[in-house]
């Protein structure tokens, strides 16, 4: 098993399929009235969160305590951070506090990489600036098997702010390893040039939603992240919700087959509407669910649940 988890790249294709079949067992556990395990029972997680989060923080404090493990959330604000402590001083205090691993979210593209040159531990790529979210991968990667049988041959839509997006960097990463094919559907200032063939050879760009959405069997919604721009991307959001927002009348364009899913938070009316987000064809809320059982495997797998 690795040892980090940094990037939809670091899984081939047997290693993430294993995390996805240790995934399904920790399921198990949530439907248990005592949902908890004793596998990392006297491990340190430790989450260090210098951005806003609200699923997935309390998703992996959620996975580590469900298998036992002494979790320490440590969030920038309120701590020396704050006063201008560094990212290495931080990694350090950590590193003799004892952690067995450490979950990083980080505004940094690249954060997650240096701080696992500065720790004995595990480091968990939680969200590094525009770059990964890989457990975000994986937790999709899962509610697609789940909800469809297969990853390999899956045809999934990755629909609005590509620019911005580390969902779908890491997904474009994890989906191709996996033998589905990716399509890139945004406007084009929101989609990098030449980001389909830099990730995965196969994967393409479309500009228009209409015409790839009878030939999918998922469609993944896209935050537009207002947050990160800084620029005006598109004339306006109503302009943005009538050609890249998924609506009823879109969605029946979709194969009897196909699911809707969305990594949250929503912007409600904007790349989704309430209608879409809240039908049986949704596997939003799934895939909260999902991201705890996830996150329980990466962690006990990382730290050795079987091996270490
Ligand atoms: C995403 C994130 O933070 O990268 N959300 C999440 O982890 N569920 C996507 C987003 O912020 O739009």
């Given at each position: 098993m690795i040892r980090h988890l940094l990037s939809g790249a670091d899984l081939?294709?047997?290693t993430a399929t294993q995390i996805l079949d240790t995934a399904a067992e920790m399921a198990t556990v949530a439907g248990r009235e005592v949902k908890k395990l004793p596998a990392?029972?006297?491990r340190t997680v430790v989450n260090l969160f210098y951005e806003d989060s609200t699923r997935t923080r309390i998703s992996f404090e959620a996975a580590a305590k469900r298998l036992s493990a002494d979790v320490i959330n440590f969030s920038a604000k309120g701590?020396?951070?704050a006063k201008g402590e560094s990212l290495k001083d931080t990694a350090l205090t950590l590193q003799a506090?004892?952690?067995d691993a450490v979950v990083v979210r980080h505004p940094a593209s690249g954060a997650p990489h240096r701080l696992a040159n500065w720790v004995d531990g595990s480091v968990v790529n939680a969200g590094d600036g525009t770059h990964e979210h890989p457990t975000q991968a994986l937790l999709d990667a899962y509610t697609m098997r789940s909800r469809l049988g297969r990853l390999a041959g899956l045809h999934v839509a990755i629909v609005g702010d590509v620019l911005h997006s580390r969902v779908a960097?890491?997904?474009v990463l994890l989906l191709s390893t996996l033998g589905a094919k990716v399509t890139l559907v945004g406007p084009p200032t929101l989609i990098p040039v030449d980001i389909a063939a830099a990730l995965a050879p196969g994967t393409d760009v479309c500009y228009d939603l209409d015409a790839v959405l009878p030939g999918v069997d998922v469609?993944?919604?896209l935050r537009v992240q207002r947050e990160r721009m800084n620029d005006s991307y598109f004339p306006s959001a109503r302009e943005y919700a009538r050609r890249y927002g998924l609506d009823a009348p879109r969605m029946r364009r979709l194969p009897e087959h196909a699911i809707v899913m969305h990594p949250g938070p929503m912007n409600r009316g904007m790349e989704i509407?309430?209608?879409v987000a809240d039908s049986p064809r949704s596997t939003i809320v799934e895939q909260v669910a999902n991201g705890v059982s996830v996150r329980m495997a990466v962690l006990y797998l990382l730290l050795g649940g079987n091996n270490r």
């Open positions: 081939d294709a047997a990392l029972r006297g701590s020396s951070v506090m004892g952690a960097r890491s997904n469609v993944m919604m509407t309430p209608e």
